[in-house]
């Protein structure tokens, strides 16, 4: 498989409980971001890896949020104590570098997640 | 601050006709433009995009865009659309200030009726 997998598809949480998502990305990307689009919007950036470094994380990622991408491979994005503004896409995409060598963004089919 | 505006919720289109979907953009420097298009429970794919030369850009699936820096749009175009192009159309830029951020339009509905 040479795309961006996401587990799980979907998930439905009730509200206060923890939630992990995982991304992998295409295997020679060194870049990868994750989004959260909400249902009429566009995708929203939270945070990107270069490698294993978070260089940026978005004012939107509160600190119930959490992301992580050990030894450069695969990523997890965790959510704490999941509130019902969160139920959202998750969007994960891949990149290798900059813009100008690449086509774009591969993302993954997203997880969406659903607090009750 | 940097934003982009796709002006239209949706765009019906019968098949066969040429298909224009706009967007508009707000960002310092030279723009880094992408046009994505989402299916139903899908990722996004990517159609094109523009960093630098030709105004018109060749992508995907016979779509193309043009850049016009003057009236700072890239509008994404398509000279016969199929019922299978229906689908949300998402615009995107590079912010400037962080090389690993897009930041999307709100997407435009492409509906096109056999």
């Known amino acids: 498989d040479t795309g961006v997998s996401q587990d799980p598809r979907h998930k439905i949480t009730k509200r206060g409980q923890n939630v992990t998502f995982r991304c992998d990305p295409i295997s020679e990307h060194n870049r990868l971001y994750w989004y959260r689009q909400t249902l009429g919007q566009g995708p929203e950036f939270l945070t990107y890896f270069q490698n294993e470094a978070q260089l940026e994380k978005s004012r939107l990622l509160s600190d119930r949020f959490s992301a992580e991408r050990p030894k450069g491979s695969f990523s997890t994005l965790e959510i704490q104590r999941t509130e019902q503004g969160d139920s959202a896409m998750y969007l994960c995409?891949?990149?290798?570098?900059?813009?100008?060598?690449?086509?774009?963004?591969?993302f993954g089919s997203g997880t969406r997640l659903t607090v009750v | 601050a940097q934003s982009v505006a796709q002006p239209e919720d949706q765009v019906n289109v019968a098949e066969g006709n040429p298909l224009t979907v706009k967007c508009t953009y707000s960002v310092s420097g030279n723009p880094y433009l992408f046009w994505y298009v989402q299916y139903p429970n899908r990722g996004l794919q990517f159609l094109l995009k523009y960093i630098t030369g030709d105004n018109l850009v060749k992508g995907s699936y016979g779509f193309e865009a043009e850049f016009n820096k003057s009236q700072t749009s890239f509008h994404l175009k398509k000279p016969s659309a199929l019922v299978s192009d229906s689908a949300l159309y998402f615009c995107?830029?590079?912010?400037?200030?962080?090389?690993?951020?897009?930041?999307f339009g709100q997407g435009t509905t492409l509906q096109v009726k056999p």
């Open positions: 995409a891949s990149s290798l570098g900059t813009f100008q060598g690449v086509g774009g963004y591969t």
């Open positions: 995107a830029v590079r912010d400037p200030r962080n090389t690993g951020k897009l930041i």
